[in-house]
């Protein structure tokens, strides 16, 4: 047991969202010890939610947690009347948004607050975040202790239960057992996916081409599946908290951008259960992104959401975002050493925007650097940062 970094907000109902084995039960369990609970993974709990919505949500009094709520959308409904007229608290989670986060909003619209709980951030079962990623710096003993840590954070990714564990076979083999019921079995069921071995497919390909923008026609050929195939099961993937994408953006007066979108997992732990051969620095830019989409989730960056951005001449930047002082590019190098000719895609990148705009460098050294107007930060620097 460690104390997450999500706070929720007082005296409110909430949908907490979150991929399998995130550890939502557990948060939830924890910090509202009181509360009533049910989870429809229970099969009769389920058939009752299904056949008396009101009944079911009114057994459980005025402080509930009704976990896995993806598998009764339609719940909401009694949801929003025992809030309505019984004054309820109700903390809800999901592991899916499919289906859900249109009845929620259909439903518990200014009713609720939807919060994300992704995989544990670098570092969050040490303790409380001891430095900002950006705009701070973590000292020279905490990088060193994190750079030792860092080949099994790219081997194992961050499931809480795994960092509980202590040999590197415990830890493979629990990836193992995620990969062949969380990632597969249970997001067939819930996305009423039929073709396994198509699923497979997709993720396997899916790894080879991270860092890379995919049009539905061109991977759906070489994943070896059809096109709606294709687009669906990348839907499922998303939606199912596994993968997030980042699209296109002209952030820059160019006539022509790559629109198609890049995906990546949500954590590098799904990446490497799959044993699908990703490069080194497929695996770095996966899990830097992967990291810096947590602290986004959990309000430590301030974004909608991230972008890439691309042109057809081959400028390209690896994630780009709009918060309230200007745009903030990022770029990831999977070299120790960095040197002016490493920047020359920021600095391009920054050279072409009418606003303000701040670049980062993520590199595999141990030195916060500056070259020019791009500021080189050490991967490490994710360690406990926030």
């Not at 509360?35 to 299904?50: I, K, S």
């Not at 629990?174 to 198509?198: C, I, K, P, V």
């Not at 001449?313 to 990022?330: F, P, S, T, Y």
């Not at 701040?358 to 590199?363: A, I, M, P, S």
Request: aromatic letters at 10%; a positive charge; proline letters at 4%.
């Amino acid at each position: 047991m460690f104390t997450r970094w999500l706070e929720f907000p007082k005296n409110r109902s909430v949908l907490l969202i979150g991929p399998r084995r995130s550890g939502k039960t557990t948060l939830l369990r924890s910090r509202f010890p009181d509360y009533a609970y049910a989870t429809l993974d229970d099969f009769d709990l389920l058939l009752w939610a299904r056949s008396d919505p009101k009944g079911f949500v009114a057994s459980l009094g005025r402080q509930m947690i009704i976990d896995e709520i993806q598998r009764c959308p339609e719940l909401t409904v009694a949801v929003k009347h025992a809030i309505d007229e019984n004054g309820a608290r109700v903390l809800m989670s999901g592991s899916s948004t499919l289906g859900l986060l249109d009845a929620a909003a259909d439903s518990l619209a200014g009713r609720i607050e939807i919060a994300a709980l992704p995989t544990a951030c670098w570092g969050e079962e040490e303790g409380a975040p001891t430095h900002e990623v950006f705009g701070g710096r973590a000292n020279p003993a905490q990088l060193a202790e994190a750079n030792r840590r860092l080949e099994a954070a790219l081997a194992f990714g961050q499931f809480p239960e795994l960092l509980g564990l202590g040999s590197a076979e415990e830890k493979r083999q629990l990836l193992r057992n995620y990969r062949d019921t969380y990632f597969l079995r249970d997001l067939m069921q819930l996305a009423s996916l039929e073709n396994a071995e198509g699923l497979r497919v997709i993720l396997h390909h899916l790894c080879r081409s991270i860092g890379s923008h995919l049009e539905i026609a061109g991977f759906a050929r070489e994943a070896g599946v059809s096109v709606p195939t294709a687009r669906k099961y990348l839907n499922s993937l998303s939606q199912a908290q596994l993968v997030f994408k980042l699209y296109g953006h002209p952030f820059t007066a160019a006539k022509r951008f790559i629109k198609a979108a890049k995906s990546y997992f949500c954590d590098v732990g799904v990446m490497q259960s799959l044993n699908a051969g990703p490069s080194d620095g497929q695996v770095l830019e996966n899990f830097v992104l992967a990291e810096l989409e947590k602290r986004r989730k959990l309000g430590f960056i301030d974004s909608e959401g991230f972008h890439f951005f691309k042109t057809p001449a081959g400028l390209e930047v690896d994630a780009v975002w709009e918060g309230r002082l200007g745009l903030n590019a990022v770029e990831i190098k999977s070299s120790v050493r960095v040197g002016p000719q490493d920047t020359r895609r920021l600095n391009s990148f920054g050279s072409r925007v009418d606003k303000p705009c701040r670049c980062y460098l993520f590199y595999r050294g141990l030195e916060y650097l500056r070259l020019g107007v791009v500021e080189v930060i050490p991967v490490a620097a994710l360690w406990r940062g926030r």
